[in-house]
């Protein structure tokens, strides 16, 4: 299969839960039907994440490519940006937080 005919996806990674593998959510808006509206929607893909890098909330840029397992048709091109995770716990901040 040649890079050409491949096809390319972006979206935003919402499980890491498995070993080299994620699952990622794409979204799209499309007309409806009848009334012409946009409606949004979406799909969810799992994508092999060779060095389990990705994490949830990160937007990626997957690849078509063969199959890997019995569901992973898509691989990792790009992580094109990264979710900040809060590095402070809520029991530093004192928000909501009685020690006695």
């Not at 593998?21 to 409606?39: D, F, T």
């Not at 094109?80 to 809520?90: D, F, G, H, V």
Request: overall charge positive.
């Amino acid at each position: 299969m040649s890079f050409d005919k491949r096809k390319i996806r972006v979206g935003r990674v919402v499980s890491d839960k498995m070993e080299q593998s994620v699952v990622v959510l794409v979204e799209w808006r499309s007309p409806h039907a009848l009334y012409g509206k946009p409606v949004r929607r979406s799909s969810r893909f799992k994508v092999h994440d060779e060095g389990n890098s990705c994490k949830i909330g990160d937007v990626v840029k997957v690849i078509e490519t063969r199959p890997i397992s019995r569901t992973k048709r898509w691989r990792i091109l790009e992580v094109l940006s990264r979710k900040e995770m809060a590095e402070l716990q809520p029991e530093e901040i004192g928000v909501g937080f009685d020690p006695n």
